[in-house]
T-cell receptor, first 112, second 115 residues
Framework: GQQLNQSPQSMFIQEGEDVSMNCTSS?????WLWYKQDPGEGPVLLIA?????ELTSNGRLTAQFGITRKDSFLNISASIPSDVGIYFC????????????FGQGTRLTINP | NAGVMQNPRHLVRRRGQEARLRCSPM?????VYWYRQLPEEGLKFMVY????????ESGMPKERFSAEFPKEGPSILRIQQVVRGDSAAYFC?????????????FGPGTRLTVL
């Protein structure tokens, strides 16, 4: 089946640092979504990308839909303590109808 | 605007019992999806439903699991004769009928524990 490889698996950074994570796939996706999940909660949508090459920002977050349609990255600038959590990428392909394929997640820990 | 609602948030069952998980989509959404998440893993697709129709159930186990989304009322994910391996967080998502139908919004999840 389709798989997304998300890296890194975990990050330990200092408050104020920038963060970068990415997802790659062997197959093409038409939509890329980035979610954040806090412990005991559901994933919260951060950014949605719908076109190859698209670059979208949401406050300190920036995400891009790769030109090949097989990858996406998420950047967080000037991290703050509330950025702690698990970040997931998710992709949707034409073959997969509406279902989302999720990456394994990136666990972000911030040292104050 | 209320988001996706799920209940119960926590459910404990003994092996062999039935589990019923409920999901009410966001207002204006009529596409519902169920996903399962094991600890330290990403979410795995189970089933996609529209009102009174199962559109894609390719991620559903062949036995003991069923889902419905009736004309009236919430979507239900039903697990019969639960086993310990069914312990997981189950998330429901919904997407709109028009516009970006490919953008899914998640509920808070139901955490099922099988004793």
């Amino acid at each position: 089946g389709q798989q997304l490889n998300q890296s890194p698996q975990s990050m330990f950074i200092q408050e104020g640092e920038d963060v970068s994570m990415n997802c790659t796939s062997s197959s093409i996706f038409n939509t890329w979504l980035w979610y954040k999940q806090d412990p005991g909660e559901g994933p919260v949508l951060l950014i949605a990308l719908y076109k190859a090459g698209e670059l979208t920002s949401n406050g300190r977050l920036t995400a891009q839909f790769g030109i090949t349609r097989k990858d996406s990255f998420l950047n967080i600038s000037a991290s703050i303590p509330s950025d702690v959590g698990i970040y997931f990428c998710a992709g949707q392909s034409l073959q997969g109808a509406q279902k989302l394929v999720f990456g394994q997640g990136t666990r972000l820990t911030i040292n104050p | 605007n209320a988001g996706v609602m799920q209940n119960p948030r926590h459910l404990v069952r003994r092996r062999g019992q039935e589990a019923r998980l409920r999901c009410s989509p966001m207002k204006g959404h009529s596409h519902v999806y169920w996903y399962r998440q094991l600890p330290e893993e990403g979410l795995k697709f189970m089933v996609y439903l529209q009102k009174e129709n199962i559109i894609d159930e390719s991620g559903m186990p062949k036995e003991r699991f069923s889902a419905e989304f009736p004309k009236e009322g919430p979507s239900i994910l039903r697990i019969q004769q639960v086993v310990r391996g069914d312990s997981a967080a189950y998330f429901c998502a919904s997407s709109p009928v028009t516009g970006r139908t490919d953008t899914q919004y998640f509920g808070p999840g139901t955490r099922l524990t099988v004793l």
